[in-house]
């Protein structure tokens, strides 16, 4: 089943030192366009998680944010006392004056304070960063899992699509004959009244000659025994569980191409209008494929 290149996912871990949150969106694009935002301190998992992410996610711009809130209880301890006095007066002087109910609290003091004032320490812990990896690796799985998801829906709706086609190729098949056997007709009566009209005696072998050569002008059968062969090839790909985005866009490309050497030689207003019913289809189905990775 084919999944879409769009999703959305986000996953939470708690650890000793605070919580880790990681998200990952991510859009259709022709290529594997992975970013990553990391707090400044684990910058150093930057092209691990990249790696991660592009293993699993083939194509797509991808845009992985991992943020950390670090618990009141795990800061207190490791802060020094000239800093926090310093942010506590900061603040202290920034609220001299307004309406707060409680004043300047110690949590809001800790909140406030710089990154810097505060051991680095637990950034570098090897079990902090499997954290993070972790809730990367998790927040991957719920956006697998939104666009395996839509993935589905749109194979539903590709599949009407190809009924749709098969229908509209079967329609064309059933009125190709009847448009020679008319053109047929239709010669056959300007010449009998020419032949009244002037007293000439057609040629009946040029007159089967003509009819031969507009048959084959006409004739759209390897385009239909075509068409039906890209249906069949995009149904396969349906229940493929590989990306399959890119042959699904050129078999695209082919069906269209098809419908439009149909166009063309259609002489007869019933198969004209199922060509302009097939280009309709075939475009909702372009834009569709656009967003299968």
């Known amino acids: 089943m084919p999944r879409s290149m769009t999703g959305f996912g986000r996953a939470a871990r708690g650890t000793p030192h605070g919580r880790v949150t990681a998200e990952v969106r991510a859009v259709n694009a022709r290529f594997n366009e992975t970013r990553v935002r990391l707090p400044a301190e684990v910058l150093e998992l930057d092209m ?41 007066r900061a603040l202290h002087e920034a609220a001299a004056g307004l ?38 690796s998790e927040a991957l799985e719920a956006l697998t899992a939104a666009r395996e998801a839509e993935g589905h829906r749109m194979a539903e709706a590709l599949s009407g699509h190809l009924a749709q086609i098969e229908e509209a190729a079967a329609q064309v098949r059933q009125l190709a004959p009847q448009v020679a056997e008319s053109y047929g007709v239709k010669l056959r009566q300007r010449l009998e009244e020419l032949t009244l009209a002037q007293g000439v005696t057609p040629d009946q072998g040029r007159i089967e000659q003509e009819l031969v050569h507009y048959a084959q002008r006409i004739d759209v059968t390897e385009e239909l025994d075509r068409l039906d062969a890209h249906c069949l090839a995009f149904r396969e790909l ?48 372009r834009e569709q494929v656009q967003n299968i990775e």
């Open 48 to 88: 691990r998680l990249r790696d991660r992410i592009r293993a699993a996610l083939t194509r797509g711009k991808i845009d992985c944010t991992v943020r950390f809130e670090r618990a009141i209880e795990d800061i207190a301890p490791s802060l020094r006392p000239e800093a926090f006095r310093a942010a506590f």
């Open 99 to 136: 309406p707060l109910a409680e004043g300047v609290t110690v949590e809001a003091v800790l909140r406030a304070m710089p990154r810097e004032d505060f051991e680095a320490e637990v950034w570098s812990d090897e079990a902090f960063q499997g954290e993070i990896e972790q809730a990367v």
């Open 238 to 285: 349906l229940a493929v569980n590989t990306p399959v985005g890119r042959r699904m866009d050129f078999l695209v490309q082919e069906i269209l191409r098809e419908v439009n050497t149909l166009g063309s030689k259609a002489k007869d207003a019933g198969i004209l209008g199922q060509v302009i019913g097939l280009k309709v289809v075939v475009e909702q189905m």
